[in-house]
C-alpha cells in the first residue's frame, strides 16, 4: 500500500509570495530613480516620505495625499506635480 504525503496547506502560488518588505525592495531595484519618472506609484511615495503602508493610508484618508491621477491595473499613480505640490502644502 502506498502512502500518500500530504502537500502544505499553502499553494505553490503562495510560497512564492513575496512579503510586502520584499515587494518593495524589489520595486526599487528594478525602477528608475524617482527623479527621472514623471509617474509615482505608491511604493515610491512610501520610500520618498519614508512611511509605512498603515501610514499611507492614513495619510491619504487624513487628505495629505491627494487622489490619484491615473489608475494602472490594479495600481493607482500620481503624477510628479501632484505630489511635490502636496510636499509644499505640508
Keep these: 500500500m502506498v502512502t500518500k504525503v500530504r502537500s502544505p496547506k ?24 524617482l527623479d527621472q519618472r514623471d509617474i509615482w506609484t505608491k511604493p515610491d511615495i512610501m520610500v520618498r516620505w519614508n512611511i509605512s503602508d498603515p501610514t499611507f493610508w492614513r495619510y491619504r484618508r487624513q487628505g495629505h495625499i491627494p487622489a490619484p491621477d491615473a489608475k494602472i491595473g490594479t495600481r ?12 509644499s502644502v505640508a
Design 10 to 33: 499553502r499553494s505553490k502560488a503562495q510560497r512564492h509570495k513575496l512579503s510586502k518588505a520584499e515587494q518593495l525592495q524589489q520595486h526599487l531595484t528594478t525602477s528608475a530613480p
Design 76 to 87: 493607482k499613480a500620481w503624477r510628479r506635480e501632484t505630489i511635490l505640490a502636496a510636499e
